[in-house]
């Protein structure tokens, strides 16, 4: 079973409107399989160089959650949001490495772990410049 998981660019009145209907404008989404809050916050702390920690995770905020949690939509951290947007490809690179040794994604390739991120500093620099928030929801 895989974990449907896509990230949007919104505003807070406005996101919970996505588990309804998974529709944003392209530049404002990103769609992708098998990432949760749990393997973004893992990246996060790599981004930022740091051990992993509880605080990671629960800075992910909670917006919605239905089904037993079968599906979700949360609220990226702000200071992820601008790390991620603020990656250049070295860095990129370096975090698909890091990214694809932690225990969550031992059977992921570096190299795909480095699209996901493209994807999310893509969605992430339009959330910067937009002003908005960017979400991620998932649907198991």
């Known amino acids: ?19 309804e209907t998974q529709q944003a404008p392209e530049n404002e989404r ?3 399989t098998g990432f949760t809050a749990i393997e ?10 740091k051990d992993w920690d509880e605080a990671h ?12 949690g079968d599906r ?9 949001v601008e790390l991620s947007a603020a990656l250049d490809e070295a860095g ?6 890091e990214w694809a040794q932690t225990d969550e994604l031992e059977h992921c ?8 991120i493209e994807e999310l500093r893509r969605v ?13 929801w998932n649907s198991v």
């Open 30 to 32: 990103a769609e992708m």
């Open 124 to 136: 992430a620099r339009v959330a910067k410049e937009s002003k908005r928030s960017l979400y991620l």
């Open 109 to 116: 390739e570096p190299e795909d772990l480095r699209e996901t």
């Open 72 to 80: 979700m939509i949360s609220l990226l951290p702000t200071k992820f």
């Open 57 to 68: 995770m629960d800075a992910f905020e909670t917006v919605m959650e239905k089904d037993g």
């Open 1 to 19: 079973m895989s974990v449907l998981a896509d990230l949007y660019v919104s505003t807070p009145d406005k996101a919970l409107e996505y588990d």
């Open 92 to 97: 990129i690179a370096a975090a698909a490495e």
């Open 40 to 49: 973004f916050s893992t990246l996060w702390a790599i981004i930022e160089g």
